[in-house]
């Protein structure tokens, strides 16, 4: 028997998704809370997590065992998460990450911090 259902990772200690990218740390918050308010509390766990390589692209999550990455997330994004991909089992479409191959996939960054090549505005938080 499993410990829990599903373990839900948000990079909040890595350099860039916890404040520089976006808000990691208010998704990791923003997770937990919607978590615990739908009721999956003994079935999910919400952990915070450092660097995925994959910065730039954040903020960044791993759902497993599912094996669903998500990028670019803003707080406003967990109760979606949370009642499409936990309670229901369908993962987020439009907010999954979808890297071209396995490791790591850091952007390179531009002069003023930007990374180049983002899929989504950097800061997040715009429109996608
Ligand atoms: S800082 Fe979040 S993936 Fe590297």
Redesign the pocket.
């Known amino acids: 028997m499993s410990v829990y259902e599903r373990h839900v990772f948000v ?1 909040t200690r ?4 916890p404040s520089i990218d976006g808000d ?1 740390i208010g998704v990791h918050a923003a997770l937990k809370e919607a978590v615990a308010a739908t009721g999956l509390k003994d079935r999910v766990r919400v952990n915070h997590a450092g ?5 730039g692209n ?3 999550a791993v759902v497993y065992p599912d094996d669903v990455w998500y990028a670019a997330l803003t707080p406003a994004d967990a109760a979606e998460i949370v009642s499409e991909h936990l309670v229901r089992g369908r993962p987020v479409e439009r907010l999954r990450f979808r890297p071209v191959g396995m490791g790591a996939h ?1 952007l390179e960054r531009d002069p003023d911090g930007r990374p180049i090549g983002r899929g989504a505005p950097w800061p997040a938080g715009g429109e996608r």
């Open positions: 990079c890595g350099e860039w998704c990691g660097c995925f390589s994959q910065c954040g903020p960044m850091k």
